[in-house]
């Protein structure tokens, strides 16, 4: 029975999968919408700065945080 229902499981996965990439439309990333206005682009040192080191500052701030803060007495 364990076999069937993995089976049934990855089925509908691939068939959800599937049925997402071929439903979704292309970017058209080329092709300018009227009352766009993109800005100026990231330099690689914002992009790292934006995507990789404010979110790890921000996990380091919260458990530290939630570690001072923390109420609960540790038990011997």
Avoid: E, W
């Avoid at 009352?35 to 919260?62: N, Q």
């Amino acid at each position: 029975m364990d076999k069937k229902n993995a089976m049934r499981a990855g089925a509908v996965a691939a068939g959800t999968t599937l049925m997402m990439l071929l439903m979704s439309s292309p970017a058209l990333a080329l092709i300018r919408d009227d009352g766009d206005d993109p800005g100026t682009g990231l330099s690689v040192i914002d992009t790292i700065g934006l995507y990789v080191v404010a979110p790890i500052g921000l996990f380091v701030i919260i458990a530290g945080l939630v570690m001072l803060l923390d109420k609960s007495k540790k038990q011997a």
